[in-house]
């Protein structure tokens, strides 16, 4: 579904990512992890057409990022770290302007936003102003609109960042939904969210690829987080030694 081929995005002589390579089969979970400043954001907008790489391809689908934009952003829905909302608004009609954004039909916009209300957890606020909700309701409202067009891949970044354990727990129990119909790329640093929604895991370090595999590849004999410290210090000798002492 995704195919992600030796994508570098330069910013001058700054190389953010550098030679980027991984897939996600149709109706996987993939965690994108590396610590911060790694270059998980900078893949994830160039995955979803909010940012031009330097080089290599992305296709989705078989469509590519590039050459067929239209036809992967309508395969595509994207929650970044950031969700693009507007304080002002009602939860309905934020999800209204967005569904007509996304090309969704007059016809089919009423039927969508009941949808994505009733999968998010969202009805019991859909007339409240998006700037008086809580964090996890505004995360909610997010995801709805990345879901809003019904997409086939979902790019998740950091999806429950600054929320409190409960709206953790909702936040990841609702992604379970949501996985099992499509394509999910869940980028995060958080290694207990990657442990319990993911299947494969792909680890950047410094702009490049450390591994790719499945998680229960990986955690033959060791615990993510061991997994995770061997792969981004490696080029560390004294915390390869404390990675390696921990797996010992």
Known sequence: MIEVRNLTKRYGELVAIRDISFTAATGQVLGFLGPNGAGKTTTMRIITGFMPATSGTVKVAGYDIFDDSYEVRKRIGYLPENPPLYGDMTVESYLRFVGRIRGVSKAELGDAVDRVLHTCGLTGVIDRGIG???????????????????????????????????????????????????????????????SQLCEKVVIINEGRIAVEDTLSNLTQGMSLEQVFLRYITKDIPEARGAAEEAVA
Request: glycine letters at 6%.
């Open 132 to 194: 008086h909700l809580s964090k996890g309701y505004r995360q909610r409202v997010g995801l709805a609109q990345a879901l809003i067009h019904n997409p086939s891949v979902l790019v998740l970044d950091e999806p429950t960042i600054g929320l409190d354990p409960r709206q953790i727990i909702d936040i990841r129990t609702l992604i379970k939904h949501l996985a099992g119909e499509r394509t999910v790329i869940l980028s995060t640093h958080i290694l207990p969210e990657v």
